[in-house]
């Protein structure tokens, strides 16, 4: 998406909610009964005519409508709904220990690397996921000091209201 005044690659944060399209009850175009107050319409895309829905709240045309938590119908951008996938290995700890499953090594972060492959390309996708193996390795490291700062923080505080509370002087 590109804005006027930034860079081409760059576009806003999408704010979705935290339900995702996987869990909502779905409505199609081919669905035999549609509920109340969905229209079905027939669209030309190509050389094709396909049915499609309208959607009560943009009145755009879609294939699928979706009633998240039973609430009224609408399309998937009405809702902000997402798809689970571009959710799913946003934890570092977790992409970390995908990334090592991918290449056939230990559990655990520091852990030794199985050898490089022989093979050109099992070679070059041996390179790339270790490339973003280090990358979300130091990102869980960071997110670990992070953490253990915090549980200092709280534990000086804790400290600190119980001296105060035996000295009230």
Same mark, same amino acid.
Not at 17 to 33: G, L, M, P, Q, Y
Not at 46 to 64: D, F, K, M, V, Y
Not at 83 to 109: F, M, N
């Given at each position: ?9 760059? /576009? ?14 779905? &409505? ?13 319409? &027939? ?16 009145? /755009? ?11 009224? &119908? ?34 655990? &972060? ?60």
């Amino acid at each position: 998406m590109f804005h006027f005044g930034h860079p081409a690659k760059w /576009s806003p944060k999408r704010q979705c909610s935290e339900v995702v399209v996987e869990d909502c009850a779905r &409505i199609t175009a081919k669905d035999a009964v549609l509920p109340d107050g969905v229209e079905r319409v &027939i669209l030309r895309v190509g050389a094709i005519w396909q049915p499609h829905l309208r959607c009560p709240r943009c009145g /755009s045309a879609r294939l699928a409508l979706f009633a998240p938590q039973a609430s009224e &119908i609408a399309c998937r951008r009405c809702h902000r709904l997402d798809y689970r996938s571009r959710h799913e290995h946003r934890d570092p700890v977790t992409k970390a220990a995908w990334l090592r499953q991918q290449l056939g090594a230990p559990a655990g &972060i520091g852990a030794p690397l199985p050898p490089r492959p022989a093979n050109r390309r099992e070679a070059a996708r041996y390179d790339a996921l270790v490339v973003e193996l280090m990358r979300a390795e130091s990102l869980a490291l960071k997110a670990v000091k992070h953490m253990v700062g915090g549980v200092q923080r709280y534990v000086g505080s804790q400290e600190r209201q119980r001296a105060g509370a035996r000295n009230p002087g």
